[in-house]
């Protein structure tokens, strides 16, 4: 301990008030010294309390919360003793916050230069004549493009990445001492999250600033942090190096946890942890993690103390036994036997959000460019096809189509013999139950007003016409399906689990007994332990039901545990397509390394390669290669003409340079500075 | 990610009705509660008033004019001599059952539409909320009366006009309640599952927008109530000799001065119940987790 | 953005339109025409007969639409048929009074209810919210006629203030109408106070939980600066409208207001037009009214855009 402490949180609990009066515990107990200087990552999954730990580090409580014992001191005085004023002089000063989604951080009605002004005139000594000097610098540092035109901006203008940049320069125009960091890359896109981390490390570098960042994805935190705290159910139950906690980790939960994050180098399915997390402030005493730890003893219901050996603290009666035992990761392998019966065929497929008014029919306007174009895919029956591909690349549409609720403008879709590029509407029976789609967020897609039994009910009537006693029994097999008791029948979603709930999603797709299940990001709405099960059930029902999977997903590593085939999209264009492992491991088309290159994996020794900028595009370019304003490689043919396809083997890639040319840049990719603007 | 969220306390083990957990937090509210009871009341008099009411509220005794309240006359007398009290009785009868009449056909009508209209959308709905825009332009009063004017006092007039128009206002509320629901996924998944229009406005618009429908219902009553004894205070609602509050009010206050107990209890009662209505209501949307203030007029 | 605007405009232009079309086809599909109303149960032979060839009632209905539609756009409302006088002397400075009586009561309640509706917002459940949101239910729920006849007990009968009826001529000047017009300005403020201060409180009760403001705090801006430069601005958005809206149907407590206080204005003029069966000025008071409401409507869509750069901008 040679550096002085810039925040301590001593024996600190939080609590709120519940509805029935009752005092809730949100926060147990938490004790956590942080150095000058030093970055720390808060993780854990949602509900264990780590954003409100972070927010109470700025003596923020949300309304009906309160401190009920122990303290926080920033530099030595405890935060819940200063006065309004003086809170209000230290947050957004010497004490900054990045929030997580920046676009509902910033103040919708005002302009980027009056927030910035803000800030500077709060948290700065400057003279107002050096403001906006000051703020193109400040945005200068963030690495934004044009800083002059995006001060005139308003929020809504801006793209998430950049909203953020400008949050972390807001935050920056205080000069903070210390930066807290909320889940500050949690919903950008897996290049644009890459570039964030490294500006925030850059920045660190430069400006010396202690950090502590909250995230649910050890990924980013192994990127970012010098120690790791691994929050379960409002405790810190793990706190140690980055490399201590992540390398070998003490906590049976930790180590569920890092067992259950798919890996771009691993084979097979992650295994899950079993269980849920306990509600909010249900556990009174004993280890929070006992009812879902294999190793628990009768000990571990009375009490669990935080044990600290050198500088690896853990929160476990039988961590001494544990760390002896290899932490090595059992993969699950679930072998589908694909056949080679063809299923789904799309040909030349071409969708447009765009409908021509009569105006620009009689003026002859070009419409504009298709979202979606030039799309080829074939799919064997049992087969797993994953579409890869960032936010508004076309993913989505692509579904909408085969479920025929968006009308393609041209192009072919089949399902077997039988013509599916027609509006569900004038399906046949058979064609509408064939076809099924679970949804990203389990939340959304079931109606929260009825019953579980309800909702599975509404497929075995629509489909088999059943009357209700028949649809009972049928909706509790279903239920044993995918894993749930039937007493779950009579439950409103709103009492379940994420977890619970898109397990009765995919119940209910399966109820029409269907040969091809569109799933749309099924698993990007729940946490990594509950995702690994989720994973593992959807598999397990393929090997049973022989379904087939077009799985969308934006997590790589997801793709890689369970597709066969993989598509890669960008801007609704086909980059590159073929068999997982030659995709992955193969010759990349450039938008594939990208996206390869940005996936963060929870060590700390992995470091993401930047290739390109991540400036977001909003329409793909009228001709020539799709992705040709962003690649790092790009040349005057591929602003002019479209690429051809080129193959290796049942490796497809689409683009101007030749496959040996790819393969070379793949195996030494130069860094492309993102400063150089 | 929000880790404190005051609804997750949902108990799992016993499943309560949607319903009854909404009566359990109605309970907690004070006004909500004297709101409801006031209306009970009013509604439990209105229907037994023929009954309880000690005198015939249509006799006039020019001997007793204008007499104060005592045992004899609780509420006093007003300018023809009638007692007060039998009268503010009956007062409520004919408006209480032409609005709630109004009320229904305007719900039906009005959530019928608004949900149609919300769900098919596009090009449809927007030239016809354009008409229903102009719609709620006309001043709604003078539209009332000119009918009124036209067609004569009866009941099933001013039924048919009341909850035509006050239907309007109601497309709006519900169409917009049902825009919020149309994007969400689960109306999705029953197009993509090749669920008919109907079952989808019926099966899952319709419980997600009733909240909304059944506060947006004791609104439009209070409103309409409110119109209704305007109506009748311009002379053009019920016809005498019928007792109204509106009317009543209309008649006595010329003579506030002298006897403002003739003013005073046909006023009483008639805010009574419109407050009574909105308190329950407020209460009700609260219960249930709504914003009331929101839906527009 | 002047794309927009004039999108705005043309769409009030169909709004009158529709209820131009509205007023007169209602007046044609009932049964009877003017002179039947007029002339209650003399409508019969020649006078009947006599009175349909002076209003051109023989005419087809289109062709008499077309007419009057063009009267209208040339600034002619027609003649009243019991006065036989030009409804545009009738209604000018009728309007006159009732836009004083209006504006006046706009002038007072909007101001006043955005900052109790805030107040009421920051307070939220506290005792200030439970008094502000109390009076406000009571206000917008008890009958104009009735408020209005409480005041009159109290201000001019008990206290002998102000007078209980406008007693001075419509087209006395404005000076001569201030006394007057006092109670039924209180009367017509309080009704709409109570409505606004409703919804900016539930807006800025929304607001103020959001995202942004919370940032705000943590970026240690002051409280009022929060409240006034970051978070009002976007309660006022969903609110504008929902006020539009609710001034317009405020209209018709305007016509009770008047009629209860005997003021000279648009209202009374209109309840004396249906009680003398006058159809020619009620069809151009309804028209008058409905262009009051679309005007509302249209400076809503205007100061939203004004405060809404999502509408202005495109990304």
Redesign the interface.
Known sequence: MNKPMILEVKDFSLG?T???NEL?S?LRNVSLDIEAGEAIGLVGE???????LALAMMAFL?S??QVQNGQIRYHGSNLFEKTEKQLGKLRGGKIGLIP?NAGQSLTPTMKIHAQLAEALRLHSDLPRSTWHQRSLELLKQVRLPAPDAMLQRYPHQLSGGQQQRVAIAMALAGSPDLLVL??PT?GLDVTTQAHILELLCNLRQELGMTMVF?S?DLGAVARISDRIAVMYAGEIIELGSCADVLRTPAHPYTRGLLNSIPRLDAEGLPPSLPGYPP??GSVKQGCAFAPRCTHATEQCQQDAALVAENSHAVRCHRSGDLRRESASINVIQLPVKPTLEPLLNIEELQISYHKAGLLDQWRNIEPPVATVDEINLQLNKGETLALVGESGSGKSTIMKAI???QAPRKGQIELGNEDLSIA??K?S?QL?RN???I???PD???????TVCEILQ??LK?YFGLNHESCRQRAAELLELVRLAPHYL???P??LSGGEKQRVAIA?CFA?DPDLILCDEVTSALDVSVQAAVLKLLKELQQQKGVTYLFIAHDLAVVKAIADQVAVLYQGRLCQIGPVDEVFNGVHHPYTSALLNAVLAPDPEHQPKLSGDDASEQHPPAQGCAYQRRCPQADQTCSEQSPPWRNDGNNRIRCHHDLLELTLRNNSPELIEVANF | ????T?????P?TK?ES?WAQAWKNMRRSP?GMIGLSILCLHLVVAVLAPWIAPYDWTLQNGYIMFQGPDTEYWFGTDNMGRDLFSRTLMGGREAIMVTLLGTLLAIVWGGLAGMTLGFVGGKVDEWLM??V???????????L???I???GQQSWTLILTLGFFYGVAVIRVVRGATLEYVP???V????????SRF?IVT??LL??V?DALLVEAAMRW?WML??F??LS??GFGVVPPTPDW?LM??DT?GM??IA?WA?LFP?MA??TL??S???TA?AFAKAIGL?R??A?? | MLKLILQRLG?AV???F??CV??FG??EA???DVCT?FLGRDAQGTRLENCRQQRNLDQPALQRFADWGTGVLQGDLGTSLKRDKSINDLVATRMRNTAVLGFGAAMIGIPLAIILGVMAALRRDKPADMMIS?TS??A???????TA??L??IFS?QLQWFPAVTTVRHNAPIADLIPNIILPMITLALVMMAHIL??I???MI?VMASDFVQMARLKGVPYWHIVFLHALPSAML?AI??IA??I??L??GV??IE?VFNYPGIGTL??RA?YD?DLPL?QA??LI??AV??LC?LLADLSSLALNPRLRTAR
Not at chain 2, 1 to 4: D, G, R
Not at chain 3, 140 to 146: D, G, L, Q, R, Y
Request: hydrophobic share 50%; with cysteine; glycine share 6%.
């Open positions: 709120y519940a509805a029935n809730v949100v949602s509900g264990c309390g780590k954003s409100t949300r009906g919360s997580q909320d889940e949690t909250v649910h509600k909010v479920s025929g609720i569900v509407e399906r029976n509408k076809v099924q789609m949804f990203q967020n959304a897609s079931l109606n929260p007003r009825h509404q497929p629509l009579d439950r409103m709103g009492q209910r029409g | 990610m929000t880790a404190i005051a609804t997750h306390s949902v799992v499943t949607r006004s354009r008409i825009d102009a719609l709620l332009a006309i001043p709604w009063l003078l539209f009366l000119l009918i004017a036209l067609t969400r996924d689960f999705v998944a029953a197009k993509t599952r090749g669920e079952t099966k899952e419980p997600n009733l209070a409110l119109a004894s305007s205070f311009l509106g009010i209309a206050r506030i001065s403002p003013v006023a008639l805010s419109i407050i209505i909105n308190l407020d914003d203030a929101k527009p007029v | 769409l169909f709004t009158l529709t209820v509205l007023v209602v007046t009932l049964p009877g109303a109390g239910i009571f917008m729920t008890i009958p104009e006629f009735v006849t409480v009159i007990f009968i409703r919804m409180r539930s807006a929304d969903p409208n929902i809206l609710t317009a149907w209209l018709g016509v009770i009629q209109m309840i249906i069966r009620v008071i309804a009214l409905a409401y679309v409507n």
